[in-house]
């Protein structure tokens, strides 16, 4: 039981292809982001999945970007006709908060490389 | 809008010397402030956060954190150093607590033996 897991851990494609990343929160957490890391920077907000509400999709780059929950368990980020500037760490982490402030739980990340 | 500020990518301290790692922080509103530590090839592990109360935040694996509401910063801080806390460390601040974060670049520490 463990943490957030995702998966692949590493995809390399060619530029203009079609990803699929995939995200398995903690169970019974109810919150869900996703976050981009480029080398050597901070991380970049993406898309917040908070219950059944509507998501915050306030972080996504570009239209070519798009992400699904099914209802509080899994999550995918796809990624269409990819670009070189896509290639990143995309981090999936979730968090317990119907009640106070509860630190957000981390996966390992999947490894984005576009050739 | 929410930042913040880690003004040093590098920070290098011999191992059993306490260690800072400097954050500051600019939020409309009562921060919600939390630091968080990257492994190699690793998600980031969460170390400790401020909600309120005391200005002194202990955390995970001996690290600490200092709250200056006048200085609108959140050092860390560790009163003596390993060489496995080698790392990548972040700052981050949320204006609500449960809202997507708002990262800093990241310090990476090097702690030498």
């Known amino acids: 039981g463990a943490g957030v897991s995702q998966s692949p851990s590493n995809k390399v494609t060619e530029k203009g292809k079609d990803v699929e990343l995939r995200c398995d929160p903690i169970s019974g957490h109810t919150a869900l982001y996703w976050y981009r890391q480029r080398l050597g920077q901070g991380l970049e907000f993406l898309i917040y999945?908070?219950?059944?509400?509507?998501?915050?999709k306030s972080g996504l780059p570009s239209d070519r970007f798009s992400a699904e929950r099914t209802g509080e368990s899994v999550s995918t980020l796809t990624i269409q006709r990819t670009q070189q500037e896509d290639s990143a760490v995309y981090l999936c982490?979730?968090?317990?908060?119907?009640?106070?402030?509860?630190?957000?739980?981390f996966g390992d990340g999947t490894r984005l490389s576009i050739l | 809008a929410q930042s913040v500020a880690q003004p040093e990518d590098q920070v290098n301290v011999a191992e059993g010397n306490p260690l800072t790692v400097k954050c500051t922080y600019s939020?409309?509103?009562?921060?919600?402030l939390f630091w968080y530590v990257q492994y190699p090839n690793r998600g980031l592990q969460f170390l400790l956060k401020y909600i309120t109360g005391d200005n002194l935040v202990k955390g995970s694996y001996g690290f600490e954190a200092e709250f200056n509401k006048s200085q609108t910063s959140f050092h860390l801080k560790k009163p003596s150093a390993l060489v496995s806390d080698s790392a990548l460390y972040f700052c981050?601040?949320?204006?609500?607590?449960?809202?997507?974060?708002?990262f800093g670049k990241g310090t990476r520490l090097s702690v030498i033996a």
């Open positions: 999945f908070q219950g059944n509400s509507a998501p915050d």
């Open positions: 939020v409309s509103g009562n921060p919600y």
């Open positions: 982490a979730s968090s317990f908060s119907p009640r106070g402030v509860q630190p957000q739980h």
């Open positions: 981050a601040v949320s204006p609500t607590g449960n809202t997507p974060l708002v």
